[in-house]
């Protein structure tokens, strides 16, 4: 079993920043794909950035220019640096662990709420 701790989250005024952190029990997530999505009422979940095991990265548009991910292997965890945060990125965050088809672990999910 896979444990997946999330943590950083909170509530920040537009214009500030927070730093997301998850990690994940167990061993061999450098070959994993980490992820983070997020959640806002009455929506579906989307993909916010991901970057694979060769440390290539990927962002979705609100995301680009504000957010940055990054890992550190030899501590099973990955981070979304979010700055000049925005009402709009008012959601619940997940990470996501992910290696082929076979496996995937997700977060618990934690509130970020951005006031105006």
């Known amino acids: 079993q896979v444990d997946i701790v999330e943590s950083g989250g909170g509530l920040v005024q537009a214009g500030g920043s927070l730093r997301l952190s998850c990690t994940a029990s167990?061993?061999?997530?450098?070959?994993?794909?980490l992820a983070w999505y997020r959640q806002a009422p009455g929506e579906q979940r989307q993909l916010v950035a991901d970057m694979r095991m060769d440390y290539n990265t990927r962002y979705t548009d609100p995301a680009k220019g504000r957010f940055t991910i990054s890992r550190d292997n030899a501590k099973n965890t990955v981070f979304l640096q979010m700055n000049n945060l925005k009402p709009e990125d008012t959601a619940v965050y997940y990470c996501?662990?992910?290696?082929?088809?076979?496996?995937?672990?997700w977060g618990q999910g934690i509130q970020v709420t951005v006031s105006s």
């Open positions: 996501n662990f992910r290696h082929g088809s076979l496996f995937e672990y």
């Open positions: 167990g061993n061999g997530f450098s070959l994993y794909t």
